[in-house]
């Protein structure tokens, strides 16, 4: 039976295309199901301000009339120039456990980035290092995180059937929250707080955060980030995106903000309640009462925190500034009830993060992976 791509032209087309991997997840036990608004958001060219510098198509495969797999196919120009290299990506890519399925739709991703003088795609990747990256290669019996893809066993498979080759892993950890945070690493904040004139700043609500702070913290993830796989620097417009993404819907004892003697921001920890069990139940959507699973997970209990944001300004590495944001976040996480936090992906050449958790218990539970294949 011969397999139908189409491209997606309208927003109900798009509609569809982001319904697909929501419905394909949205009874399993360990997958977190995206909004729908989110991702129609994201792929949005009125609304998303990447495709300021990023191309992009998206295809949805049929066969039988029945829609059986998608993908999207990216190029963030801006990327490619940071970098000089002719880079595609591709993302958002979910089908059936049919390898003609998975090869018709990355031979079209392939096609099309070979039409814009590309000479090599990559992925899963976004538009940006701040949207989901990386197919899970490890791990699948760990639940997933709002900021991360879930995928079944055989993505993986399929990827190296058809050409693709590990470019990258990223790992993820879980961290084990002490009851009661050792004395010394409370003496040594005070030490690096009062010799470096370091402030934690504490919010009353998150338009504080963004009023004051938004455009500083993402000020300091364009330098924390800027060496790091795949980024290219943010704009003006992608930041206020970004702001409006991470900054408004937050709980603020679970934030901190660590600003030297100029007001300049050079730490941030943003974590949040796992949203995990809320996702799956509103499966994608938010309204009617989705919002009120998503408010109650955020402000309820649970075991288990999520390190969305986390970045040390790197000339303030070396002078002790994780140990300050880890003696005002871990005590809160502690009290909180939290019994463990999960890291956001860390990529597997990024020592710095991996040496924040030295002094913690930590566990090994998820490895993603960025594949690429040369298309010349």
Known sequence: MSIIIKEV??????????MFGIKMYSNH???????????????????????EVCDAAYFMAFRDGEMVGRVAAIVNHKANEHWNNKHARFGWLDMIDDIEVTRALLSTAEKWALERGMDSIQGPAGFTDFDREGMLVWGFDKPGTMATNYNFPYYPEHME??????DIDWKEYNVQIPAVFPEKHFRIADIVKAKHKLTPKKFHS???????????IFDLLNICYKDLYGFSMLSQAQMDFYIKTYLTFVRLDLICVIVNENDEVVAV???????TKALQRI?????????????KALKGKSDV???????VRPDYQPKGASALLFSELIPQY??????????????????????????????HVKTRRAYSKKLK
């Open 9 to 18: 032209t309208s927003k109900r087309e798009l509609k569809k295309f982001v």
């Open 29 to 51: 036990p360990y997958a977190a199901p995206p909004l729908l608004m989110d991702d129609m958001t994201v792929l949005s060219r009125e609304k998303n301000p990447s495709f």
């Open 161 to 166: 059937e058809l050409g693709y080759t590990k």
């Open 206 to 216: 998150s338009k504080e955060i963004v009023k004051q702070y938004g455009n500083k």
């Open 269 to 275: 920890g943003i974590s949040m309640p796992s949203m």
């Open 283 to 295: 499966k994608g959507k938010l309204f009617p009462t989705g919002w009120m699973h998503m408010l």
């Open 305 to 311: 925190i999520d390190l969305y944001l986390m970045a």
């Open 334 to 363: 502690a009290k909180s009830g939290f019994k463990y936090a999960e890291t956001n992906p860390e990529l597997e050449t990024n020592h710095k993060v991996s040496t924040l958790w030295d002094s913690f218990e930590t566990t």
